[in-house]
């Protein structure tokens, strides 16, 4: 079993995987956007997504793999407050 953490340094834009069972960290980390915040999981388990506050950026990690998918814009309307997280194909 593995386990997603982010990393809290200064400047920090990695992730981290820990193998629970070995109690070993993978030594490369994954790159995501500046100062990850948040993370969650899919339902399905296989991604992670990590908010990343000063890029203002959501990336997505291939949980398998442990490689990064994709980072996409965060956009937030200051009318509805609501965030959007957009795609290059179609807002989703």
Do not use: F, Y
Request: charged share 20%; net charge positive; hydrophobic share 30%.
């Amino acid at each position: 079993m593995r386990v997603v953490v982010q990393d809290l340094g200064p400047g920090s834009g990695t992730v981290s995987t820990i193998d629970v069972t070995e109690r070993t960290k993978n030594p490369t980390d994954i790159t995501v956007g500046s100062s990850p915040g948040g993370m969650a999981l899919t339902r399905d388990g296989k991604t992670a997504l990590v908010g990343n506050t000063r890029s203002d950026t959501v990336s997505t990690i291939d949980v398998k793999t442990q490689s990064p998918r994709s980072r996409v814009p965060l956009v937030v309307s200051a009318e509805t407050l609501r965030a959007w997280v957009g795609s290059s194909r179609t807002n989703q």
